[in-house]
């Protein structure tokens, strides 16, 4: 006959099985990212070829034009609206491009850009090798001696990791041309004063700071998605629920990275340039 748990031996099981769940999951994603980082280094012909990065590059890069290019276009001009009022009472409306253009280059945009690429391939790449793992297909692939993630994951991660950067520096664009059609065809600021106190604050380092968190963004959407397709529940409910899984993770980690890389590239701003830049209101 079984003896009954005491207490605290009781406590101590739960308190065990907790921390496995906890972090059980944090080690299987380690693990399944240091496998696609090795197959990216090691096996370059997993991805190099025109045949497995193509589909991806068109299917991240391409297909996510439209709505990073509305995305885009919209924050400027919103920005551009509830700012205009503002800054027109202080005197400061010709000197809203630079303060509108160096937050969206080095911010907004890169965030938004990342959000909406998470929202338009993070679910699709969770639903389509959620599928996959629910059909068997991954499980038949490994009977064969081929890898499963070096073949379907590197590929789409790489696609991940090149475009992001390239649709940040789309939106970008289109958010300052958007701020510039609303502050100079609607409320009738000078197009000249608009582009000097752009090219006053906005100098190298705002773009280059966006582009290069942006890196960090496309990888974190590469990996959490797949990986919650790799893992995803059994039937069509699992696949459903890692769909709506890497979104939510891949929206919370591009959040957190940007905290932690906007304070990061602060601080190397400041060590590289101590006298910061000019003023745009003085």
């Given amino acids: 006959m079984d003896r009954e748990l005491s207490p605290a031996t009781s406590f101590l099981a739960n308190t065990g099985r907790w921390v496995t769940g906890v972090f059980a999951p944090v080690g299987q994603f380690t693990t399944f990212s240091f496998a696609v980082f090795a197959g990216a280094i090691l096996h370059p012909g997993s991805w190099l070829s025109r045949r497995r990065i193509g589909p991806p590059l068109f299917t991240?890069?391409?297909?996510?034009?439209?709505?990073?290019?509305?995305?885009?276009?919209?924050?400027?001009?919103?920005?551009?609206?509830?700012?205009?009022?503002?800054f027109d009472a202080l005197g400061l409306a010709d000197r809203m491009g630079g303060i509108i253009n160096s937050s969206v280059v080095k911010q907004i945009g890169p965030v938004l850009a990342a959000v909406m690429v998470a929202g338009r391939v993070g679910g699709a790449l969770a639903?389509?090798?959620g599928t996959m793992r629910v059909t068997e297909q991954l499980d038949a692939m490994r009977a064969m001696s081929v890898d499963p993630v070096r073949n379907l994951v590197v590929p789409r991660f790489m696609a991940c990791l090149i475009m992001t950067p390239i649709l940040t520096m789309y939106?970008?664009?289109?958010?300052?041309?958007?701020?510039?059609?609303?502050l100079t065809r609607v409320f009738a600021v000078n197009s000249a004063d608009y582009w000097y106190y752009t090219g006053l604050v906005v100098h190298w380092w705002n773009p280059m700071a966006g582009i290069f968190k942006?890196?960090?963004f496309g990888a974190a959407i590469g990996l959490v998605s797949c990986w919650r397709g790799f893992t995803c529940g059994p039937g069509a409910s699992g696949?459903?629920?890692?769909?709506?899984?890497?979104?939510?993770?891949?929206?919370?980690?591009?959040?957190?990275?940007n905290l932690v890389l906007a304070n990061f590239l602060n601080e190397l701003y400041y060590s590289i340039f101590p006298t910061g830049i000019r003023s745009v209101i003085g």
């Fill in 60 to 86: 991240v890069g391409v297909l996510s034009i439209p709505v990073v290019a509305v995305t885009g276009m919209f924050i400027g001009m919103i920005l551009a609206l509830e700012g205009y009022g503002q």
């Fill in 127 to 129: 639903a389509e090798l």
């Fill in 171 to 182: 939106s970008n664009a289109l958010g300052v041309w958007g701020a510039w059609f609303i």
């Fill in 214 to 216: 942006s890196f960090f």
């Fill in 239 to 257: 696949v459903g629920r890692a769909a709506t899984s890497a979104f939510v993770t891949s929206f919370l980690a591009i959040i957190v990275l």
